[in-house]
């Protein structure tokens, strides 16, 4: 696993992975490769923990699950690779930045990288997927494995934004401490129910006057 996440993480990652849950998960997922094909590849499941260091983090927004379709998933939530068509949730969130942040410009790509590198952890809640099935993976112990990352992110460090989109998301509140840190909730900004709440949340330009509040850097959100 070494190489594959910011050295930061290794105070954080390394307890984790000698847990009971952890093996069993690691042990599932190898046997589920040699059988199927799963996304993302080996190297790219802890990819949001190689790009975005520990104590940089400034916001972490939370997906559910990786993308299941091929060239897809890339260990970012919401983020799909340069070249590869957006996905209709990013489609959504770009709409809602152009209306949101003066200035920004769709983006032709859908790919992140850029965001985790300036401190926006894109975390998904399970980090493997069967190729073509959706939440296959789901209920194995990426969650527990996640949801421990949010609270141990919530404990360590401070003046962090989470922004939660969605019902699966938003019942990650309790895993935060809402006195040091900042708890933004929407709808989904999937098609089914971005008009009933995401588009007009301007969750982005709020991320960033908190952190200018808070004497940290505003996130660029231009792709």
């Not at 340069?82 to 209306?99: C, D, H, V």
């Not at 998301?169 to 840190?181: E, G, P, S, Y």
């Not at 301007?202 to 952190?211: I, R």
Request: glycine share 6%; net charge positive; charged share 20%.
């Amino acid at each position: 696993m070494a190489g594959r996440y910011d050295p930061s993480w290794e105070p954080i990652l390394k307890p984790l992975f000698k847990q009971d849950y952890m093996r069993n998960l690691s042990n599932f997922v190898q046997q589920e490769r040699q059988q199927t094909l799963i996304f993302p590849p080996e190297s790219l499941v802890l990819n949001a923990f190689r790009l975005t260091p520990f104590d940089e983090v400034k916001v972490v927004i939370l997906g559910q699950d990786p993308y299941h379709n091929d060239g897809q998933a890339h260990g970012l939530s919401f983020s799909v690779p340069r070249g590869i068509a957006l996905p209709p949730s990013l489609k959504n969130i770009y709409t809602e930045l152009q209306s949101d942040i003066p200035g920004f410009q769709y983006p032709a790509s859908g790919d992140l990288t850029k965001w985790a590198k300036e401190g926006v952890l894109l975390l998904n809640a399970t980090l493997t997927v069967r190729a073509h099935q959706a939440a296959s993976h789901q209920r194995r112990g990426w969650e527990e494995f996640t949801d421990q990352i949010i609270h141990l992110i919530s404990q360590k460090l401070e003046n962090v934004v989470f922004i939660l989109w969605g019902s699966y998301a938003q019942k990650k509140t309790m895993l935060i401490d809402a006195q040091k840190h900042l708890i933004l909730r929407s709808v989904h900004p999937s098609p089914l129910s971005a008009h009933r709440g995401f588009f007009g949340c301007k969750h982005f330009s709020q991320a960033n006057a908190y952190l200018q509040s808070k004497g940290r850097k505003p996130i660029d959100w231009q792709i």
